[in-house]
């Protein structure tokens, strides 16, 4: 399974930016879908998750700011950031759990490269 992440960037505080990650590999279904990050010198940590049928859970941190959004047809998940802080700079990256393949195996807790988003003050 390979997921591949974009649309990380530089930005100013308050400001906006969008993230998509695409899952490929003979995909039948994905579990559950969902966004890290990790700053400098810090561990990773939850930004926001997203069941197959729309369920999501957040980190207190990004509630109200940050909104996650799957496409199940397109095995891709997204997550739109609004009103960035300093404290949001970290590299991201994209998650899928319990991946169902053509052929019945399941893959787990597969990751993407990661994408970097920077937030001036």
């Known amino acids: 399974v390979q997921l591949q992440a974009s649309g990380g960037g530089l930005v100013q505080a308050g400001g906006s930016l969008r993230l998509s990650c695409a899952a490929s590999?003979?995909?039948?279904?994905?579990?559950?879908m969902g966004w890290y990050r990790q700053a400098p010198g810090k561990q990773r940590e939850l930004v926001a998750t997203i069941g197959s049928g729309g369920s999501t859970n957040y980190a207190d941190s990004v509630k109200g700011r940050f909104t996650i959004a799957r496409d199940n047809a397109r095995n891709a998940v997204y997550l739109q950031m609004n009103s960035l802080k300093p404290e949001d700079t970290a590299v991201y990256y994209c998650n899928a759990d319990r991946v169902r393949r053509i052929g019945g195996a399941y893959m787990y807790n597969n990751w993407g490269q990661g994408t970097l988003v920077t937030v001036s003050s």
């Open positions: 590999g003979s995909i039948v279904s994905i579990n559950i």
